[in-house]
């Protein structure tokens, strides 16, 4: 179980099918080394396997999100050390956008570059009033590297995705709402509420259907219009094999609830 693992980095809580996993490193705004990289990626394979677990909630301890990686691990690096660093950075957050379980990130706070990419990462992206958002690399003599190029200019167009990156600029929680950077915005005091909201919201649906239909998504998204709806109707016949499906229609048709199994 995810749950009673001991990790030095992360809190893991389980609330009936939403586990909310928190990064705890707040002495230095919740950054990224290399250590708190492998306990993610470990932390979402276990949760693959985790029946119990329907909704991922990720979110940061104290006033940050993520500030973003470590810098003192970074800079010694030369060039083969820092494309093995990447590579870590960009596998765990490529596992995280196609986990299976739906993964909410509830930005509490800073989120710059690796804390902005961790989001990008995520299906869905929440944020308090406090939160600021940027690639602040170019700033210290980099390009991001946990995938900000490509995911930042996807979800918010090439234009101002390359204004961020190359000016290093950050933004507030309002005007990343305006870029379509966030999906909801929320006092602070609200924020977990309104993540545990959306996230039962999510978790009373057929688990297999909303894990077919992100991955419809995800690898659609990749893909030309002809070869996404190809992809879509794989997954959609997939869910005719499935029980969750026979009891969610016979239930619609006979005017009851239902209580998915996930099978």
């Not at 800079?75 to 995280?96: E, N, R, V, Y």
């Not at 101002?160 to 990156?165: E, F, P, V």
């Not at 950077?181 to 919201?201: I, R, S, T």
Request: hydrophobic share 40%; net charge negative; aromatic share 6%.
């Amino acid at each position: 179980m995810t749950a009673s693992v001991d990790y030095k980095y992360l809190i893991v809580e389980q609330d009936g099918a939403i586990t909310t996993v928190k990064i705890n490193k707040p002495e230095s705004l919740n950054a990224l080394n290399s250590e708190v990289l492998k306990e993610l990626n470990d932390c979402f394979r276990r949760l693959e396997d985790a029946e119990e677990t329907r909704v991922i909630i990720l979110t940061g301890e104290g006033r940050s999100f993520v500030a973003g990686a470590d810098i003192s691990e970074m800079q010694p690096l030369d060039a083969s050390q820092a494309h093995s660093f990447a590579k870590l950075g960009m596998d765990t957050f490529l596992m995280i956008e196609k986990h299976s379980k739906p993964v909410i990130a509830a930005v509490n706070g800073f989120a710059l570059g690796g804390g902005c990419e961790l989001a990008l990462a995520c299906d869905i992206r929440l944020a308090s009033d406090k939160a600021l958002f940027g690639q602040p690399e170019t700033g210290l003599g980099i390009t991001p590297g946990f995938g900000g190029t490509q995911r930042l200019a996807r979800t918010i167009g090439v234009g101002k995705a390359k204004m961020l990156i190359y000016s290093a600029k950050t933004i507030k929680a309002p005007v990343a709402l305006d870029y379509g950077l966030v999906d909801g915005l929320y006092p602070a005091d609200e924020l977990m509420d309104q993540a545990n909201k959306l996230a039962k919201a999510i978790a009373k649906n057929a688990p297999r259907a909303v894990s077919y239909a992100k991955k419809a998504i995800v690898n659609g998204l990749q893909a030309d219009i002809d070869t996404g709806m190809d992809i879509e109707k794989a997954n959609f016949a997939l869910c005719f094999a499935t029980e969750d499906q026979k009891e969610g229609m016979a239930a619609f048709l006979n005017k009851e609830e239902v209580d998915y199994k996930g099978k």
